[in-house]
């Protein structure tokens, strides 16, 4: 996959309730993505309004004397944190980090997900979140809710076989 422009990337949204697992299946996602090759870039939404920095250490010092923004680097990595006045959208943060993604996924920004992906376990809050004619894709491992998505033509997933979703994922197109 060749990216151009952010129109051109792929953003997925995997949206599930909370402690469903659904952080450790798209962890096993993105792995077998990297495996494929593919550039991954993820976005994963925090719901609290809280800061990413550390209080008390170097980076969160010099924001509180004024700083923004406050570049860390080091010869394996960089981080840029910035100071907002308003949460940036999806698309925003999408844009971000387009030229560097053959593919975007997301954990999280349900009001804004375009292309879902719904990941539900059987003993964890099984309800439904979007309807079917919302979704791409099911990760279920109730066999009555995946019947009924593959009665809809929606591809699914049960919650130990994300190597064949990065499969489906890594051919999707929107």
């Given amino acids: 996959m060749e990216s151009t422009s952010c129109q051109e990337v792929p953003v997925v949204s995997f949206i599930g309730w909370s402690g469903s697992?659904?952080?450790?299946?798209l962890e096993q996602v993105v792995r077998c993505l990297s495996l494929e090759?593919?550039?991954v870039g993820v976005l994963k939404h925090h719901g609290h309004i809280t800061t990413v920095d550390v209080k008390g250490?170097?980076?969160?010092?010099?924001?509180q004397a004024g700083a923004n923004p406050v570049v860390v680097s080091s010869a394996a990595e960089y981080s840029i944190i910035r100071k907002v006045d308003k949460e940036k959208s999806l698309s925003e943060l999408a844009a971000l980090i387009a030229?560097?993604?053959?593919?975007i996924v997301t954990e999280g920004f349900r009001q804004q997900a375009r292309y879902i992906v719904e990941f539900r376990r059987?003993?964890?809050?099984?309800?439904?979140i979007y309807s079917l004619d919302q979704i791409i894709?099911?990760?279920c491992d109730d066999e009555e809710a995946r019947t009924a998505a593959r009665a809809a033509?929606?591809?699914?997933?049960?919650?130990?076989?994300?190597?064949?979703?990065?499969?489906?994922?890594?051919?999707?197109?929107?």
């Fill in 99 to 103: 030229d560097e993604s053959d593919i």
């Fill in 57 to 63: 250490k170097d980076t969160w010092r010099y924001e």
């Fill in 137 to 139: 894709a099911l990760v």
């Fill in 153 to 174: 033509d929606i591809p699914t997933f049960t919650p130990d076989d994300a190597a064949a979703m990065a499969l489906f994922l890594k051919d999707w197109r929107p």
């Fill in 122 to 128: 059987k003993e964890h809050n099984n309800q439904q």
């Fill in 37 to 39: 090759g593919l550039r």
């Fill in 21 to 25: 697992g659904k952080t450790t299946f």
